[in-house]
Antibody, heavy 120, light 110 residues
């Protein structure tokens, strides 16, 4: 399994853009699909979307207008940007992947999670 | 997209078996064999326990099993142990080429 590590600001102001990066180790980013999943405090999981190393993306329709995902193969990293955030976007954000085949519908590798709080 | 429906909580005594249901529609759970189950302990990332309805990843105890009937998938845990106490989430691929999770079930081992 690959190892994943999220990084980014823990506090974002309302209406601004949330930015997170996930660093992949133990494998090449030029394989597999790379996903983002979030979990508001005390609540369930929500799929945000995925990016393939070619740049192909698929986003949750409820968030699609605010999401941008990108991949940097030279750094073995992929990133998430979520614009116009509100308090409802406060959550632990996970990056995740399935490291045994090229699929995005299941995840056996997860980052430790990054808590992002939206507050002024 | 609506979340898949799971019971908010289930409980069982050590050694017993429990079942957690995950109900969707013919556009997700019922239409595809891409149901997964995750275990999440407090403050930890989810762990894949079952994939593709009934397959167990290497290293996951054979006390965990999965099945599906119609629009409802099930996670069965046999020989319940204290360490099984956690939150459990199902997920499914959907006809819109998206992924949807269940609302989660808190398992209490009495």
């Amino acid at each position: 399994q690959v190892q994943l590590q999220e990084s980014g600001p823990g506090l974002v102001k309302p209406s601004e853009t949330l930015s997170l990066t996930c660093t992949v180790s133990g494998g090449s980013i030029s394989s597999y699909h790379w996903s983002w999943i979030r979990q508001p405090p005390g609540k369930g999981l929500e799929w945000i979307g995925y990016i393939y190393y070619t740049g192909s993306t698929n986003y949750n329709p409820s968030l699609k207008s605010r999401i941008t995902m990108s991949v940097d193969t030279s750094k073995n990293q992929f990133s998430l940007k979520l614009s116009s955030v509100t308090a409802a976007d406060t959550a632990v954000y996970y990056c995740a992947a399935y490291s045994h085949s090229n699929t995005w519908v299941k995840f056996d590798s997860w980052g430790q999670g990054s808590l992002v709080t939206v507050s002024s | 997209q609506s979340a898949l429906t799971q019971p908010a909580s289930v409980s069982g005594s050590p050694g017993q078996s429990i079942t957690i249901s995950c109900t969707g529609t013919s556009s997700d759970v019922g239409g595809y064999n891409y149901v997964s189950w995750y275990q999440q302990h407090p403050g930890k990332a989810p762990k894949l326990m079952i994939y593709d309805v009934s397959n167990r990843p290497s290293g996951v105890s054979n006390r965990f099993s999965g099945s599906k009937s119609g629009n409802t998938a099930s996670l069965i845990i046999s020989g319940l142990q204290a360490e099984d106490e956690a939150d459990y989430y199902c997920s499914s691929y959907t006809s819109r080429s998206t992924l949807v999770f269940g609302g989660g079930t808190k398992l209490t081992v009495l």
